[in-house]
């Protein structure tokens, strides 16, 4: 039996790949490698021009020789509602089968053009005493799973699995960092270039998902127009500006560390009221921790501001260096590097039936 699966993260900034394979019980790292997109590509989570996607898929797959052309994608976009629902007890296939007519008003979005999915947390018994199962309800538009397909298609590829980002940074994250069965609940933060993705979950088990429409490029464009300097110079500048934990008074309204500051903190403030509004109405009353990845989180300061903004410890999560080099033939400074933007598609390639 094959134990080998490809994980494929379509990303605004790049299309990435992670080959595992299963040995001894644990996965190994056989492949890593990413290629550029052009920009515009991909925007908003959301596949814009298939074709150049696929010729991006192309020279990866001839950079990083990966074993198949079989792969799971994943989907983080606005048109993604989750949504924690309680629906009466039925058997899997069944309720598989009936889950439109159960949830149709419960989703804001066109059944007809509606993928669903349903991932149940605990069962129960209503008031009337019947048996309920307690999940998250998700709802992706149909168009963007298709225009996904399509890309990976447009680049030689066959597409197995669709999952929700998300969950794949769970699996990512979890997995490789705690392995014993543990309570807390953690918040995974991944700010990409265009999007990120928030999940809370305990024990690997996800209970809450948001996707904001945030992220490194928003410090970018912000430089570029208020600096009026081009994109690799607000790229250098963003990589290199330090920002000082909060006491920017000496900075002038228009410098680098006031711009950087200003979107940093909106960003942060967005994620801690996103945690808020979870624990306002969500049945856990706490967070425990934070786990911050994606190269957007990378911008300088930004962990510290998190730390301070939500109370919380963060740490970094490190999905490839938790897997060791394998075969992959890549040093632990390539690991390292690649650590922060890997974690989506890591996730994507590990499976639970292995
Ligand atoms: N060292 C760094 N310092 C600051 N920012 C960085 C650094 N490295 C990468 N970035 C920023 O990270 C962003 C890209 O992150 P990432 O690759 O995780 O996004 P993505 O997965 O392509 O996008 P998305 O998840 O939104 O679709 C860009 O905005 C880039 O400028
Ligand atoms: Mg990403």
């Given amino acids: 039996m094959s134990s080998t699966r490809i ?17 001894d019980n644990a996965y190994r790292l056989d492949r890593f490698g ?14 814009m021009d298939p074709q150049a996607v696929g010729t991006a898929i192309r020279h990866l797959w001839k950079q990083s020789k990966f074993r198949s052309k079989k792969v799971s994608i994943g989907i983080a976009s606005q048109r993604v509602v989750v949504r924690l629902i309680e629906i009466p007890y039925v058997e899997p296939d069944e309720r598989r089968k009936s889950l439109p007519l159960m949830v149709g008003d ?16 605990e069962q129960g018994i209503n008031a009337e005493g019947n048996a309920t199962t307690k999940g998250l309800l998700v709802g992706a538009a149909e168009g963007v799973v298709m ?16 999952d929700l980002t998300p969950f794949a940074l769970v699996r990512a994250l979890v997995r490789a960092d705690h392995l014993g ?26 209970q809450f998902v948001r996707i904001l429409m945030m992220g490194g ?36 309204i228009d410098s680098p560390v006031m711009i950087i500051s200003d979107v940093v903190q909106q960003l942060v403030d967005e994620i801690r009221g996103s945690l808020d509004y979870y624990l306002a109405t969500g049945p856990i009353d706490h967070i425990d921790s934070i786990v911050l990845t994606g190269g957007g989180s ?57």
Avoid: C, Y
Wanted: charged share 20%; hydrophobic share 45%; proline share 7%.
């Fill in 34 to 47: 990413q290629m550029p997109l052009p920009l515009g590509a991909v925007q908003e989570g959301e596949v």
């Fill in 106 to 121: 419960q989703i804001p979005m066109d059944l007809s053009e509606t993928v669903l999915d349903f991932v149940p947390l």
């Fill in 298 to 354: 990378l911008v300088p300061g930004l962990q510290e501001r998190l730390e301070i903004a939500t109370g919380l410890p963060v740490r970094r999560g490190t999905p490839l260096s938790a897997l060791g080099p394998g075969d992959s033939g890549l040093t632990p400074d390539h690991l390292s590097f690649a650590d922060p933007l890997a974690s989506a598609a890591v996730g994507l390639a590990i499976w639970d039936d292995q």
């Fill in 147 to 162: 225009k996904s397909i399509e890309a990976a298609e447009a680049g030689g590829l066959t597409v197995t699995d669709v």
């Fill in 217 to 252: 490029q928003d410090v970018t464009e912000r430089l570029i127009t208020d600096l009026g300097v081009n994109l690799p110079t607000a790229e250098s500048i963003k990589r290199e500006t330090v920002l000082d934990g909060g006491d920017t008074m000496v900075a002038t």
């Fill in 181 to 206: 069965m543990r309570q807390e609940a953690e918040a995974v933060v991944d700010i990409g270039a265009a999007t990120t993705s928030m999940v809370i979950h305990v024990n690997g088990v996800p």
């Fill in 7 to 23: 994980g494929l993260d379509i990303s605004t900034s790049s299309v990435r790949a992670v080959q595992l394979s299963v040995k």
